[in-house]
């Protein structure tokens, strides 16, 4: 990846354009000014591109000591439309272009991204991929960025604890260290973290259930309620002579199958009866009518007057009631039997009634209905028993479910991990290679580096032996200088997917024998070193030969904002 330039618009006027060199980049003030380079906006870009990377505006305009406003700078930002924006080539090889408004106010802060304005999730997206390669949750933009900004005292001078944000937990620290020494998943970080944190949780309650299980002896009580709970219903469904009443219930039942057949019986007998009772009626209400009507249909069929075919009308009118007098003998056939079998059903039907009865009454005799109605009280109260004592039981057995799948999954995971802690390994094998032989370059002693990282858990505590060094001043500086270019180094050393430039803000109380060995590294590297600083550390002849390194030059003529 490639830092290309930056560039300040005021009002839609680019007031400044700032290129970016392939290694070294020199931001320092003007060698021919006679006026002093202090405070002339030389530590402004590294605040304003730390700014691009979702960091606090207040560093560009508040001033670090008394915490209060640089009234010119904040009277710009609050009058007019004040735009900075960094393009640069990304790990993917793609051009892109990142852009924020400088405001006081807060809302007008917005995030633009290739021309576009975007949500502030979209933008930081784009940059932790593109420049960090970075998909997951953790390592964050803000927790990223003050390695490669060292824009503020303490960032100069704190090789590994360079973050002196809110918030930074032990946690942070390991998940940024191995991101930067090449642990490209570290969403397996956070996977393998929120086990173990669920499976010791698991255990927490594993061990309070078991001890619970163990102290109070509810296995045992469990086995205790549910043989009692066994008793009772016994106890419900036998009587004092030993019968039981399941087969009581089972002879009411297989009654009460016979009935239903009977009853179907019945009532079809009752049908037939009531027909032929009905019939008969009819007949017997409506057979002068009957007769007549009768007769006429036959005379008519034959086509034939009665009064001219019979001599005696009578005699037809006795034959024809004859006649009926024997369809109601033959409508009234088998009347008899059905009555008899009515009888006979109807009697085995009561007998069985009685029957029913008779065992129903056995069944009450047995106990007394209080007896009966305490007996479920009690089972009820021992039913609740049971049903808290099994739930324990069933939580903890859950529990131990959870924790096999939960281990299970851990095992899965530390086979990744163990594959992205061998890349570590090899870069940090690398990475003290590289560091040792700076420090063995500028100071004539190998420093020593370890990220003291634990295999088994996953986990580093990155330090650096520092006894020969001192706490504060231009030695401290150097060692953080000679850190990052050691990172740099082994990024390109390895191919690793990681950010290669690093912002170093006044090296000023670095000696000067050892800038320009800074400097000539730094132009060895296959990465981008950008570091501000006075002129006046730099003799003539510094100054001819590291010219063309220089980005920018500012001047009380001429500050960063042009004010």
């Known amino acids: 990846m490639k830092l290309l330039r930056f560039i300040l618009e005021i009002d839609g006027e680019v007031r400044r354009e700032i290129p970016f060199f392939d290694n070294l980049n020199i931001i320092t003030s003007k060698k021919e000014s006679d006026a002093p380079g202090n405070s002339v906006g030389k530590s402004t870009l590294g605040r304003i591109l730390d700014y691009l990377f979702d960091g606090s505006i207040n560093p560009i305009y508040i001033d670090d000591e008394f915490q209060t406003p640089k009234q010119e700078i904040e009277q710009l930002f609050t009058d007019s439309e004040v735009y900075v924006s960094l393009e640069y080539i990304g790990l993917d090889n793609q051009c892109s272009v990142i852009k924020r408004r400088l405001s006081t106010d807060a809302e007008l802060q917005n995030y633009i991204l290739n021309g576009s304005e975007v949500t502030s999730k979209e933008y930081i997206y784009h940059i932790m991929g593109s420049i960090f390669n970075v998909y997951s949750t953790k390592p964050t933009i803000r927790k990223l960025a003050p390695k490669f900004f060292r824009t503020t005292q303490h960032r100069m001078t704190k090789t590994v604890n360079f973050d002196n944000g809110r918030n930074v937990s032990k946690s942070d620290v390991n998940t940024v260290f191995l991101y930067l020494f090449n642990f490209n998943d570290t969403e397996i970080l956070t996977k393998v973290h929120k086990l173990k944190t669920t499976i010791k949780s698991y255990e927490r309650n594993l061990k309070a259930f078991n001890s619970v299980i163990s102290q109070d002896k509810i296995v045992g009580s469990i086995s205790k309620i549910k043989r009692e709970l066994t008793k009772l219903e016994r106890s419900l469904l036998s009587s004092e002579k030993g019968i039981d009443k399941l087969e009581i219930v089972s002879k009411i039942n297989a009654i009460d199958d016979e009935q239903n057949s009977l009853s179907e019986e019945i009532l079809s007998l009752d049908l037939k009866i009531k027909n032929i009772f009905k ?62 079998k009515h009888e006979e059903v109807t009697v085995k039907f009561g007998k069985l009634n009685n029957k029913k009865q008779s065992l129903f009454d056995e069944l009450k005799s047995k106990k007394k209905i209080e007896e009966i109605s305490d007996t479920m009280k009690e089972i009820g109260k021992l039913d609740k028993e049971l049903a808290k004592l099994t739930a324990i039981i069933d939580k903890k057995n859950d529990i131990d479910s959870k924790l096999v799948l939960e281990r299970q999954s851990l095992t899965e995971l530390s086979g990744e991990l163990e594959t992205e802690l061998s890349n570590v390994t090899s870069f940090e094998e690398k990475y003290i290679e590289n560091f040792k032989n700076y420090t063995l370059d500028f100071y004539g002693v190998e420093y020593n580096f370890s990220l003291h990282l634990d295999q088994e858990k996953g986990e580093c505590t990155p330090h650096v032996d520092d006894v020969e060094s001192n706490n504060e ?89 042009k004010l």
């Open 473 to 561: 001043g231009g030695l401290k500086r150097l060692e953080v200088v000679t850190f990052d270019l050691a990172y740099i180094k082994t990024v390109c050393d390895k191919q690793a997917l990681r950010p290669n430039f690093v912002m170093h803000d006044s090296i000023d109380e670095i000696d000067i024998q050892h800038v320009r060995k800074m400097f000539d590294e730094s132009i060895k590297l296959s990465g981008q070193h950008i570091v501000s600083m006075l002129s006046d550390k730099l003799a003539q002849e510094d100054y001819q030969k590291y010219k063309r390194y220089i980005i920018l030059e500012l001047s009380q003529d001429d500050k960063f904002f």
């Open 279 to 340: 019939t008969n009626e009819i007949l017997k209400a409506n057979a002068q009518h009957y007769l007549l009507n009768e007769l006429q249909t036959i005379y008519e069929y034959a086509s034939v007057k009665i009064e001219s075919t019979l001599e005696d009308y009578r005699q037809a009118l006795t034959f024809h009631e004859h006649l009926l007098i024997t369809k109601r003998e033959f409508v009234s056939d088998g009347l008899d039997e059905l009555q008899e």
